[in-house]
């Protein structure tokens, strides 16, 4: 199956899924079709697949060095 990729240079392309990994890393496309949602996915704003999503930790600050009892 083939992808269809926008470019950062505003050009259009099909490419593999195995490449579309590593353009998107790379950061040379914008966005990339998702036929299984029938849309484009903007790949700086979108969560993508086997991207984490880091949440900041909200609590106390427990590596402080000080120890309380």
Request: aromatic letters at 12%.
């Given at each position: 199956?083939?992808?269809?990729?926008?470019?950062?240079?505003?050009?259009?392309?099909?490419?593999?899924?195995?490449?579309?990994?590593?353009?998107?890393?790379?950061?040379?496309?914008?966005?990339?079709?998702?036929?299984?949602?029938?849309?484009?996915?903007?790949?700086?704003?979108?969560p993508l697949r086997g991207m984490a999503i880091v949440m900041p930790y909200i609590g106390p600050e427990r590596r402080?060095?000080?120890?309380?009892?």
């Open positions: 199956m083939l992808l269809r990729v926008q470019y950062r240079n505003e050009k259009y392309d099909y490419v593999v899924p195995e490449t579309l990994d590593e353009l998107i890393m790379t950061r040379e496309i914008t966005r990339f079709y998702r036929p299984s949602e029938n849309d484009w996915v903007d790949v700086d704003r979108s402080s060095g000080q120890e309380t009892d």
